[in-house]
């Protein structure tokens, strides 16, 4: 099972490596050195989580249409495939988009929607394929490898990219993300590789859950109607930044295209460490003290950003973006056990649906008000700092009411007695993190 866990840790970086050009080293180009207004990028980078609810409907298509015997791998490498065409075509759709705005934004819909429909392809059949081949009792151990794998990933993914593209030039550019785009179809292969067993092709059947029934299920709950908002106002803030972080380096501090994907690494660095430790805190101090530690330190560093656009501090700037990572990392792990705990045994599939509807709603507000924003104070300001500072600003007024939330929030309270669902359950939730 050891090599099962390392193969499908390999699919997830695999999927993991193609976000990483597209919604960081491509995002800062196209704001900076293209001047492509913010918004429009942010519309582009928000597509994959438009498409999200079609996880629902892959995940039971496949049950019942397996390919030659496999449920789950031809979905993988569809999804693979479109990941890896986004990426190849997405510089090209940036170039094109700056010089005729209508073929470009055509080709950046094709090439952003190709990536997005991937993501959701790939995403859902390799979490189902998880769960059947873990078993019950290895599927913890199965998604702390993954994710581990997924985070180590970006940061190494970021590094390369960054020495790809020094010095910057349109031609490094497509360079670099067809590498990437080759290593990260070469090593889905490898993790394809003889992972399923073909099977006598038997549907399966599941109960399914309408958009409308989990709503529903939330309104009729009070604590779970503020869990549903803490949890979208606190992802939305702490991911809305995505695409703003490395064009504001480049904007504040005349940061290379190098310097800027550095950010990159140097985040998920502190994700990394601060997931590792924060399933020892949780223990000690509990998933609430947790969940506040992580929103403050979110809060914190986009204050300590904030200041270091108005003080044009470089040394600020990195401290902030440390705090950032760390905050992301230990609100990951709280919120995921929070989630759970805001699950009951009677209605999973509802509840679980209705998270990571949250989520999804989150990523997409967060990316397209954050764009909005940026692109509606700059103008009126006339000073592109002032967009940016506004926006993360704003993020960390989020992250405050966030905190107000919680305080309200009483797991007792929403459920009648303890729940106990599958670790694939909390990774379906936590598959975009």
Not at 121 to 136: I, N, Q, R
Not at 220 to 231: H, M, S
Not at 296 to 315: D, E, K, M, T, Y
Not at 375 to 395: N, R
Request: contains cysteine; charged residues 10%.
């Amino acid at each position: 099972m050891s090599l099962k866990r390392l193969q499908l840790g390999l699919i997830h970086v695999a999927v993991a490596m193609t976000l990483v050009p597209i919604n960081s080293t491509l995002n800062r180009v196209m704001i900076k050195e293209l001047a492509v207004s913010a918004t429009l990028v942010a519309l582009l980078a928000s597509l994959p989580y438009l498409f999200s609810p079609i996880q629902v409907a892959i995940g039971s298509f496949a049950d019942r249409h397996p390919i030659l015997g496999l449920r789950r791998s031809p979905y993988i490498l569809l999804g693979l495939l479109f990941c890896v065409s986004g990426v190849v075509l997405a510089p090209q759709a940036a170039y094109l988009l700056a010089s005729n705005f209508w073929a470009g934004f055509g080709l950046g819909l094709v090439t952003f929607g190709a990536w997005g429909m991937g993501f959701n392809f790939a995403t859902v059949s390799y979490l189902s394929l998880a769960s059947e081949l873990s078993g019950e009792r290895g599927r913890g151990k199965t998604i702390a490898v993954m994710w581990f794998m997924m985070i180590a990933s970006i940061i190494v993914t970021a590094i390369a990219l960054s020495q790809m593209v020094d010095p910057y030039t349109p031609q490094a550019l497509e360079r670099a993300f067809w590498m990437v785009g080759l290593a990260a179809l070469l090593l889905g292969l490898i993790g394809l590789a003889g992972l399923e067993r073909r099977t006598s092709g038997e549907r399966t059947t599941a109960e399914s859950y309408t958009w409308g029934k989990m709503v529903a299920a939330i309104l009729e709950n009070r604590q779970a109607t503020l869990f549903f908002w803490y949890l979208t106002i606190l992802l939305a803030a702490i991911l809305g930044q995505d695409i703003l972080l490395e064009p504001f380096g480049a904007e504040a501090f005349g940061l290379s295209v190098q310097a800027t994907t550095r950010i990159t690494s140097l985040w998920g660095g502190c994700v990394l460490a601060a997931l590792l430790l924060a399933g020892a805190l949780e223990s000690r101090l509990g998933k609430r003290s947790v969940a506040r530690w992580g929103a403050w330190s979110a809060l914190l560093g986009f204050a300590l950003i904030v200041v270091s656009g108005l003080l044009l501090n470089q040394g600020v700037f990195y401290l902030g973006v440390v705090l950032l990572g760390a905050g992301t990392g230990l609100s990951t792990v709280s919120n995921l056990s929070l989630m759970l705990d805001m699950t009951t045994t009677e209605n999973v599939g509802l509840f679980i649906g209705a998270w990571g509807m949250a989520n999804a709603a989150s990523r997409l507000v967060g990316t397209v008000l954050g764009g909005a924003v940026r692109d509606v104070v700059t103008q009126a300001a006339g000073e592109p700092l002032a967009g940016y500072v506004t926006v993360f600003a704003i993020e960390a007024a989020m992250l405050a009411a966030s905190l107000l939330l919680l305080r309200r929030i009483n797991v007792s309270a929403f459920q009648q007695k303890a729940s106990s669902i599958s670790m694939v359950e909390r990774a379906a939730m936590a598959s975009d993190v």
